[in-house]
């Protein structure tokens, strides 16, 4: 994304007479082609653009009358001649007035170099200003890894400023349809939770067939060994084993089907459960979910059904973070089902608020995949 910055620089009493200067043949080249532009037109030659005005100024340069431009940096110069261009073409496609003459008495003056730039120790380089640099206060630092596209001085009631238009290499964020994107979080009282608001129950009937196994799990253990009672009831521990696990992958089935026919984007968080099933209050919780075996259904339908599955780092703060203004309210103990927010005091329901929270972050992932930098330069105001 482009961004511009804007410093205030303190330039020495040469630099200062250098930036004058600068200012003073910009504005008198801007004012001359565009009388030059003005006379062309009139005799009907409408060909002229940027380019004439560019061999223009070379001639120019090369004229006793006119030697002084040579003291300016030359891309800075041309970019006095792309100005008026643009102020042309605004005004030929109707989006602005017809340029008008620019006058030595305006308050603010300025001039644009668009190459050679850097900004180190304090100083920013630009062409003929190289030397030394110029001293520049960054009250702020520019985003690493940017790559500095312009900049632009200017004068503003006798004071020095420099405007930096930088590209932060970052993808311009898209807007996404979110209607059909989901975020998913488990639950410990219920199983499945989305970003819609939409709560899949723990089914109750795990918790009774629970019961049922340890029931018969003790009457096994009292059998004697090697015996044919034994036996039958080893056979019918087995047997109610497959059918809570039955049970387990039919809920999620139909939770998964139910998913991946709803929605397009589907964002959940890979979790950590193998640490989670340390804490022995969660365990039973994590079992019943078989988070990751719904993982794993969700993963194969989308991709039979052209979905995509967004998989978010454990790590993702999903519950500190409030789902309506971004606040963070820090951890909180797993007893705390609902809170208030304490900077837009939304009423936030735990499992719902981490489901929007994983949606919102799974499409900011995919909004940074999908796009591509627009890499054009715009001129920057003062
Ligand atoms: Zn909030």
Known sequence: MLKAYKYRIYPTKEQITLIEKHFGSTRFLYNYFLEYRQKEYAHGNKKVG????????????????????????????????????????????????????????????????????????????????????????????????????????????????????????????????????????????????TSDGVKYPNNKYFVKSRQKLKKIQRRLSKKQKGSNNRNKAKLKVQKLHTKISNQKKDTLHKISNEITNQYDIICLETLNVKGMQKNRRLSKSIADVAWNEFMRQLEYKSEWKGKTVLKIDQWFPSSQICSNCGASSGEKELNIRKWECPQCHMKLDRDINASINIRNYGLGQIDQRNTIVKNTVGTIGN
């Open 50 to 193: 940027y380019m004439v005005t560019q061999a223009e100024l070379t001639k120019l340069k090369k004229l006793k009358e006119y030697e002084w431009l040579n003291e300016c940096g030359s891309q800075s110069l041309q970019m006095a001649l792309r100005d008026l261009d643009a102020a042309y073409s605004r005004f030929f496609k109707k989006q602005g007035e017809y340029p008008k003459f620019k006058s030595k008495k305006h308050t603010s003056q300025s001039f644009t170099a668009p190459q050679n730039i850097k900004v180190a120790n304090n100083r920013v380089y630009l062409p003929k200003f190289t030397k030394d640099g110029i001293k520049v206060k960054l009250h702020r630092e520019l985003p690493q890894n940017s790559v500095l596209k312009q900049t632009t001085i200017s004068r503003q009631n006798n004071q020095y400023f420099v405007s930096i238009l930088i590209d932060d290499n970052n993808a311009i964020p898209k807007p996404t349809k979110a209607k059909n994107a989901v975020g998913l979080d488990m639950g410990l009282t219920d199983l499945i939770i």
